[in-house]
């Protein structure tokens, strides 16, 4: 700012009841860096531009442009808006209403740097209009607590020549407060310039930026411009905005809220319109990254499922399936019949296929082939001897006949040929006559029919498919049973 030979100067103080040491414990140098760029951001300042200035050598430089060895004598963040009234500068309120763009939020940003900078005696000043602020401490007794405390006040002085904009300006910056806007190359998305927006991913969200970082699995999070850190890289780069954006921080605006985030980038996903996209996220060979453990329910419809169904083909096959979650025998039946068992799809995006259309192992087996019977006729006097071993099985797990028709086959099959990945299968249901299927091999010896027979018998009985509570509850309490008869037999002998 310059003075006029007109101009006339006035010079206040401002009081707060704000004491120094609020919220010490969150606000240091890093908060004093990113909520003092903020405030010049163009979403906030009502501006186009911002930049940030280091005076080394007494010559203003690019802050990206610095000597780690020279000494920075004084830093500006400056912008190029519509400035603001200095009495924001005590007043706990903020004027931001556009909460789709702008950073701040409490109304705390000016109030608690400046709190900050007078608690490790950083000179700063703020800068817009006609005004300058410079931050201050008033003394306060406390009689009762018999101690002192330290109120934050404000240095107002007006009459400057009007400027455009507004800026902040830190004289003798310590170190590590330079270290920490230094970092603003690589944490606000403006100075980066490694990230060039791709084409193919406009169509994720409307309101997000999503970009192809240099490696994949490598990803970065931006909250509105600001980076910030998880515990795991994203498999893309984000630049979250609007609303979402304020969800997603804690109210120090220090944090990320996983569980928001993966709302928000489980809808991202949703809406991938390319397949280059998706394959790296599916192929259970590529790195551990955010993504991969989304939750996704069965309510959760991509956008475009045909290019999951394709992206999910090409990674493994064009008789790929997924695997049962529940029952490891069909995943080795499936797997049997020539189907190729994809195991290692995490759960969130094994979801997001089944609702793409891809067929898990369970789904993929035909339960209801066509079968060759064979007549109890066509059978030997041993096999015929085998078969009736059922009634004894009936009497011993059920303690009564089971009222189902059993059938011997000697061939499965459908339209793509043999099915052979069972020995016997179970059919029942309301109106419905309950059958068992048992293939003809089976009646080579006793135990091979007893072990194929009992397991289906118990389908019948307890009305239940495999890997249901009912239907092992029922095979426990069969074998139970069965043992009992067993092992009592000997001894009334």
């Known amino acids: 700012m310059t003075q006029t ?151 107002v002085t007006e009459g400057y020549e009007a400027m455009k904009g507004s800026y902040t300006l830190i004289r003798n910056p310590p170190k590590e407060l330079v270290e920490h806007i230094c970092s603003f190359a690589e944490r606000i998305i403006d100075f980066r310039k490694d990230l060039a927006p791709s084409r193919s991913l406009k169509g994720c969200h409307p309101k997000h930026k999503v970009f192809l970082p240099e490696r ?69 060979f590529t790195p551990e990254c955010f993504e991969k453990d989304i939750y996704f329910s069965s309510l959760d419809q991509p956008v475009c499922p045909k290019l999951w169904q394709d992206a999910f083909h090409q990674l493994y096959g064009p008789k790929a399936i997924l695997r049962d979650r529940n029952n490891t025998h069909i995943n080795e039946d499936a797997q049997a019949q020539g ?23 369970d789904k993929a087996l035909n339960y209801s082939p066509s079968y060759d019977l064979v007549s109890l006729e066509n059978l030997s006097p041993e096999q015929k001897n085998v078969y009736e071993l059922r009634h004894q099985a009936d009497k011993i797990m059920f303690g009564r006949p089971l009222p189902a028709e059993v059938r011997i086959f000697s061939r499965a099959y459908d339209k793509h040929g043999d099915v052979t990945w069972f020995n016997g299968m179970s059919y029942f249901g309301q109106n419905q006559q309950p059958r068992i299927y048992i293939n003809r091999r089976c009646l080579q010896t006793a135990e091979n029919f007893l072990q194929t027979y009992a397991h289906e018998a118990n389908h019948i009985f307890t009305k239940s498919p495999d890997a249901c509570k009912a239907f092992e509850g029922g095979l426990t309490e069969a074998l139970g049973k069965a043992l009992d008869a067993a092992i009592k037999k000997p001894k009334e002998q």
């Open 5 to 155: 030979e007109e101009t006339s100067l006035e010079t206040k103080v401002l009081e707060t009841w704000s004491t120094l040491d609020y919220r010490a414990e969150k606000w240091g140098y890093e908060r004093v860096a990113f909520d003092g760029i903020s405030n010049h951001f163009p979403e906030d300042c009502g501006g186009k531009n911002f930049w940030i200035i280091f005076v080394e050598d007494g010559k203003n430089i690019d802050f990206r442009s610095h000597e780690p060895k020279k000494p920075v004598e004084e830093v500006y963040f400056c912008d190029d808006g519509t400035g603001y009234d200095y009495i924001y500068t005590v007043l706990h309120h903020s004027n931001k209403k556009d909460r789709e763009t702008q950073t701040g939020k409490f109304g705390e940003g000016l109030k608690m740097i400046s709190a900050t900078c007078l608690r490790h005696k950083v000179d700063i000043s703020f800068h817009s209009k006609d005004w300058s602020v410079r931050p201050m401490m008033k003394e306060l007794y406390l009689p009762k607590e018999e101690k002192k405390t330290f109120l934050l006040c404000q240095e």
């Open 216 to 284: 994949l699995f490598a990803g970065e999070l931006f909250v509105k411009r600001t980076k910030y850190f998880l515990d795991k890289p994203t498999y893309l780069t984000y630049q979250i905005n609007g609303k979402a954006a304020d969800s997603l921080l804690t109210p120090d605006r220090d944090l990320v809220l996983e569980q928001k985030l993966e709302q928000i980038l489980k809808e991202i996903i949703l809406n991938f319109d390319n397949i280059a996209l998706i394959k790296p996220l599916l192929n259970h």
């Open 339 to 361: 189907y190729s068992v994809v195991k290692d799809i995490p759960y969130g995006l094994h979801t997001l296929l089944v609702s793409a259309g891809i067929k898990t192992a």
